[in-house]
C-alpha cells in the first residue's frame, strides 16, 4: 500500500472514529436521567411535555435550542440553587440535584442531556 492510500484510509478511518463518538457522546442514557429526576422529586414541578409549576422539559429544550452555553446554563441551575421563578411570580431557589455518589458531574451532564434532548 502507497503512503498515500495509508493516510487516505488513516484519514477515513479517523473521521469514522470522531463520527462513532460524537453519536456516541449526543445519546444520552434517558433511563439514568429519568431515574435521577424521579429521584431528585424534579417530576413535582416538571413534566416531559406538559407545563407544571415549572416548565415542561420540551419547553425547556426549545428555549435553549442552539445556544451555545445551554449546557452549561442548565448544570449551573441544577447544582447552584439559583432562583426559579414561578408561574404566580413569586421566586423559590431551586432545588440542587443530589447524586450517588456526591456532586457526580457525570450525573448531572447526563440528565442536562436528556433534557435538552426532549
Known amino acids: 500500500m502507497t503512503q498515500a492510500k495509508q493516510i487516505l484510509r488513516a484519514l477515513v ?12 457522546h449526543a445519546a444520552p442514557d434517558a433511563e439514568a436521567a ?4 424521579k429521584q ?10 406538559k407545563d407544571k409549576d415549572g ?9 435553549y435550542k442552539g445556544k451555545p452555553n445551554a449546557e452549561a446554563k442548565l448544570i449551573n441551575h ?3 440553587g439559583e432562583k426559579a421563578k414561578f408561574p404566580d411570580g413569586h421566586e ?3 432545588k440542587i440535584v443530589k447524586t450517588s455518589p456526591p456532586k ?10 436528556w433534557i435538552l434532548a426532549q
Open 13 to 24: 478511518m479517523g473521521a469514522a472514529a470522531l463520527t462513532f463518538a460524537s453519536f456516541a
Open 34 to 37: 429519568k431515574a435521577l429526576a
Open 40 to 49: 431528585n422529586n424534579c417530576f413535582k414541578c416538571h413534566a416531559i411535555d
Open 55 to 63: 416548565p415542561s422539559y420540551h419547553s425547556v429544550a426549545e428555549k
Open 78 to 80: 441544577l447544582t447552584s
Open 92 to 94: 423559590e431557589e431551586h
Open 104 to 113: 457526580d458531574p457525570e450525573q448531572v451532564k447526563n440528565l442536562v442531556d
